[in-house]
Nanobody, 120 residues
Framework: QVQLVESGGGLVQPGGSLRLSCAAS????????IGWFRQAPGKEREGVSC????????YYAESVKGRFTISRDNAKNIVYLQMNSLKPEDTGVYYC?????????????WGQGTQVTVSS
């Protein structure tokens, strides 16, 4: 079975950092673009970042640019999202998803995600 499992979320203070992990099983992650999405309470799910399989090009939402960094470890079949200078508005459930290209629409189904809470 093909699975993507998110982990690494938690409760942090504003200005703190977290590193999220997206681990793949059942397929080779480096054949796909991997994106991170988040959904805050009362808001629509939005794209946060994406890393392509064509030379590792990266993309970021304007709201996280300069604070978040996406990377991949193909040997471990894991994609990371390093989140620094976290703000309360970063709070939400974070999901990862595989697509052929970063420009493709997000999938129609989602896993459990990992909760990120930024609060004093």
């Amino acid at each position: 079975q093909v699975q993507l499992v998110e982990s690494g979320g938690g409760l942090v203070q504003p200005g703190g950092s977290l590193r999220l992990s997206c681990a793949a099983s059942g397929f080779i992650m480096d054949h796909y673009a991997i994106g991170w999405f988040r959904q805050a309470p009362g808001k629509e799910r939005e794209g946060v970042s994406c890393i392509s399989h064509d030379h590792g090009m990266t993309y970021y939402a304007e709201s996280v640019k300069g604070r978040f960094t996406i990377s991949r470890d193909n040997a471990k079949n894991i994609v990371y999202l390093q989140m620094n200078s976290l703000k309360p508005e970063d709070t939400g459930v974070y999901y990862c998803a595989a697509r052929e290209w970063c420009t493709d629409p997000p999938p129609g189904s989602w896993g459990q995600g990992t909760q990120v809470t930024v609060s004093s």
